[in-house]
Nanobody, 124 residues
């Protein structure tokens, strides 16, 4: 059974940083695409970033480019999202997602597995 567990959320002031972690279990994620999404109150869940677990290739939505960094560890079971220069508009529940694919996928319906989410709140 595949499980994705996020951690690292919290409350931070604007301009600050947080690092989110997503630990995956239940299978080998070598051929997977891992993504981070976020959902603010009253809004749809939106793509943030993704990483190809084999190649390490990354992709970001425009609003976080230059501020967020997605990475994976050597075990290929943990994915990180380093968030710098945080803004109040980054406030949301952040979700980790997984899909066996070598494509760049940015929509929620493309991903098969989801974590429970972790809250990130950025105060002004």
């Amino acid at each position: 059974q595949v499980q994705l567990v996020e951690s690292g959320g919290g409350l931070v002031q604007a301009g600050g940083s947080l690092r989110l972690s997503c630990t995956a279990s239940g299978r080998t994620f070598r051929n997977y695409l891992m993504g981070w999404f976020r959902q603010a109150p009253g809004k749809e869940r939106e793509f943030v970033a993704s990483v190809n677990m084999v190649l390490g290739a990354t992709y970001y939505t425009d609003s976080v480019k230059g501020r967020f960094i997605i990475s994976r560890d050597g075990t290929l079971n943990t994915v990180y999202l380093q968030m710098n220069s945080l803004k109040p508009e980054d406030t949301a529940v952040y979700f980790c997602a997984a899909k066996m694919s070598d494509l760049v996928l940015t929509t929620t319906r493309n991903y098969d597995y989801w974590g429970q989410g972790t809250q990130v709140t950025v105060s002004s």
